[in-house]
């Protein structure tokens, strides 16, 4: 089986693949795991966030982390609420399951640096995660035993014939049953080199810094969004990582950050709270690549030896477990277990969108 894409996704599947004793072939178009949307997360799980299907699967990802993390040294993911923000009219209508109503008085007590008079209101998810990224994807590496990783390898043609794919890199041939495109923000260009329809996927700019404050917080200062606006979150004493949450069209590409969306953060989060932004340290842009109804695609495609799994649109590492999963048994065994319902695996489809 040949895998394209080096992300969360494509790592995900490959060691749960290698674990089942399969071998892999993972090509990846840059010089490096991970490089794009999947080194550049905001590095928290909010288990409520998404549609019904992403949600399901978070909760399945997050059992299967906690539990299989125990064999680390140091955990990948840890308790760390997050508090989403507002008038009493916006958190009452934005609020997901599972978050708390929290009244003007103790989201003031619990996020001291809000301003009273412009955020009246808060709902907080104390089940939500922070995770260390780039010691996942590492820990994923480290166990895919059958997973043949190549760098800088990117896909250039590809023909189906007998029942076999030829496919063509930059570098090298390979042949293979099966390929998965797990290729992000590239999913649907990968998808015509093997002359498959594209699902109309879009890639999404999504923008993050480390600003640095002239007063500390604490370590366990909940992550804070407010509707409609930005979110931040705990760096260290003296930093907050914040991101202004836009979501604006864009091809393909390595994004990198605009400094007029991140001058009108800093403006929007000096307005709402008493933080002092005194510098930015760094500043990045990802993509995070939806479907027309923002629910993932996993599942083949009518083309014989065509598997999605794209689409995770900012859900990759709170999903990337559940989805490796599910996509290994539909590959090896045509069908899904009674841990996931039949409605997720229905909602992840492709033949939705076609």
């Not at 999404?204 to 992550?223: F, H, N, Q, V, W």
Request: proline letters at 5%; hydrophobic letters at 40%.
């Amino acid at each position: 089986m040949i895998i394209i894409g080096g992300g969360i996704a494509g790592i995900s599947l490959a060691r749960e693949l290698s674990k089942r004793g399969k071998p892999v072939t993972l090509l990846e178009a840059e010089d490096a795991l991970a490089y794009h949307t999947s080194g550049r997360s905001a590095e928290q799980l909010i288990l409520g966030y998404g549609p019904p299907a992403v949600r399901e699967l978070t909760d399945l990802t997050v059992s299967m982390l906690e539990s299989q993390q125990q064999t680390l040294d140091t955990p990948v993911v840890w308790p760390s609420s997050f508090m989403m923000v507002g008038t009493d009219n916006d958190v009452d209508s934005h609020a997901y399951p599972g978050q708390i109503r929290q009244d003007k008085n103790v989201l003031h007590t619990l996020v001291p640096e809000l301003r009273p008079r412009r955020l009246t209101a808060g709902a907080l998810d104390t089940r939500s995660l922070r995770i260390r990224a780039t010691a996942m994807i590492d820990w994923l590496v480290t166990e895919a035993n059958l997973v043949d990783i190549r760098l800088g390898e990117r896909v250039t043609d590809a023909v189906f014939r007998d029942g076999f794919w030829t496919v063509t890199t930059n570098q090298n041939t390979y042949t293979a049953q099966m390929v998965i495109n797990a290729a992000g923000a590239w999913s649907d260009e990968v998808a015509e080199v093997f002359g498959v329809a594209p699902l109309g996927l879009t890639p999404l700019r999504r923008s993050a810094a480390i600003l640095e404050i002239d007063t500390p917080i604490s370590a366990d200062r909940c992550m804070v969004m407010k509707i409609g606006g930005y979110y931040y979150r705990y760096e260290d004493e003296y930093a907050i990582l914040a991101s202004p949450q836009e979501a604006v069209p864009s091809i393909p590409e390595d994004a990198q950050p605009k400094d007029a969306d991140i001058s009108a953060m800093i403006k929007e989060i000096q307005a709402d709270t008493t933080l002092r932004i005194t510098g930015v340290r760094s500043a990045w842009t990802g993509l995070r690549t939806q479907t027309c109804d923002a629910v993932p695609v996993v599942g083949f495609d009518t083309q014989p030896g065509f598997f999605w799994l794209a689409g995770q649109s900012g859900y990759g590492f709170q999903t990337a477990l559940g989805f490796a999963k599910l996509a290994a048994e539909l590959i090896l065994d045509d069908t899904v277990g009674d841990w996931v319902s039949h409605q997720a695996v229905a909602d992840l489809l492709p033949d939705r969108l076609r």
